[in-house]
């Protein structure tokens, strides 16, 4: 056994090189699932000043200076940042005590829908409905009493998020105005010969800076589309609906199926059984099918080639070791998983010896 582990370790790790990749790897992946906590102004401002820095490098090639091309990026990110905190979020926040102010009557209107079943399809008994209408009863009370204990929560860390929200920024102005620097110290913990951190590098970099950007624009404008339509539409929430429709496209497959449970419910307890019920659900398909067929495409020009298993297992896997952040970089931290697989060294193999 120990001669087979030293002969495969060997074979894989026989290059400084890989062994450097390798080490730095591990250390990456100690540092998000143990210290992403703590770290998350840092790594969420990193995020940040990475799809900002593009806007950067367009106006440095227009001819102005870089450091006033931070300060200007800089301060229409804090005025969008202000719009969020002030305007959105405080319409985010009443349309969703309006919604649990509701939700009373919406369950009384699904329960009585739910117990004329059995009148319509005779296979279905009153005590499968009564369980069925228990179990939901149980669920959405386990989700009220976890809503108030994050709000109870979230009022103890208040002072947490004051301090964050006064990092955030100066951590992005940083990031871009000292990028050169910042790169520099970086490269002086890497060894002299790293051609094959910088092979892997390479493969990566495009499709995660395509990915992070065209994610952000996709999330904007989906969510932003759905809102207006809902609104035009005239459904409740429709606000709260486009968020949600927007925050959806982060996860691929998975998002777009959850998110349109709310949507189709709303909907219905507003208008049940109706043709405006019929145009919400029009509308919401053809969102959903621009969204696949038109927009992604136009997006993303740089093709990330994964399996959808593939893409499914890394949702799973690094959302299960970073939360949020790793739905969102699942797709660019698989394609990272990807790059070192095929750029990781290996022995030529032994030719076999023609007999004479």
């Known amino acids: 056994m120990v001669q087979i582990l030293k002969k495969w370790f060997d074979k894989y790790f026989s290059d400084p090189q890989a062994v450097v990749l390798f080490l730095a790897l591990v250390l990456g992946f100690a540092i998000v699932i143990y210290m992403g906590g703590m770290l998350l102004p840092v790594l969420a401002s990193l995020v940040i000043a990475y799809l900002l820095d593009d806007v950067v490098g367009f106006l440095e090639k227009k001819g102005v200076p870089r450091l006033r091309g931070v300060i200007l990026v800089f301060l229409v990110f804090i005025a969008l940042m202000v719009f969020v905190l002030f305007a959105l979020i405080p319409m985010l926040s009443s349309q969703v005590t309006e919604l649990m102010q509701q939700l009373p009557k919406m369950m009384n209107k699904g329960r009585e829908a739910l117990l004329k079943l059995p009148e319509h399809y005779p296979f279905?008994?009153?005590?499968?409905?009564?369980?069925?209408?228990?179990?939901?009863?149980?669920?959405?009370s386990s989700v009220g009493h976890k809503v108030v204990s994050?709000?109870?929560?979230?009022?103890?860390?208040?002072?947490?998020?004051?301090?964050?929200?006064?990092?955030?920024?100066?951590?992005?102005?940083?990031f871009l105005k000292d990028k050169h620097l910042i790169i520099q110290w970086a490269k002086g913990f890497i060894p002299k010969e790293h051609n094959l951190i910088a092979q892997v590098w390479k493969a990566v970099d495009p499709q995660i800076g395509n990915y992070v950007q065209g994610k952000f624009w996709e999330m904007l404008l989906v969510g932003l589309v759905s809102g207006v339509v809902f609104a035009i539409l005239g459904l409740g929430y429709s606000i709260l609906l486009g968020a949600l429709v927007g925050i959806s496209v982060i996860v691929?497959?998975?998002?777009?199926?959850?998110?349109?449970?709310?949507?189709?419910?709303?909907?219905?307890?507003?208008?049940?059984?109706s043709v405006p019920f019929a145009y919400l659900v029009i509308a919401?398909?053809?969102?959903?099918?621009?969204?696949?067929?038109?927009?992604?495409?136009l997006l993303f020009s740089e093709a990330v080639n994964l399996h959808p298993i593939a893409i499914i297992v890394a949702i799973l896997f690094f959302g299960g070791i970073w939360g949020f952040w790793g739905v969102f970089f699942a797709i660019?931290?698989?394609t990272l998983v990807q790059a070192i697989i095929h750029a990781w060294p290996r022995p030529?193999?032994?030719?076999?010896?023609?007999p004479s």
């Open 348 to 354: 030529e193999p032994e030719a076999d010896s023609i």
């Open 252 to 273: 691929p497959y998975i998002g777009a199926t959850v998110v349109t449970i709310p949507v189709v419910l709303i909907g219905f307890f507003q208008w049940g059984w």
């Open 124 to 140: 279905i008994s009153d005590q499968q409905v009564t369980n069925l209408i228990e179990t939901i009863l149980s669920e959405l």
């Open 284 to 297: 919401y398909a053809i969102i959903q099918a621009l969204d696949a067929s038109v927009l992604v495409p």
């Open 332 to 334: 660019p931290l698989a």
């Open 150 to 174: 994050a709000s109870l929560s979230s009022l103890v860390s208040l002072i947490t998020l004051v301090v964050y929200l006064v990092l955030f920024p100066l951590l992005v102005f940083f």
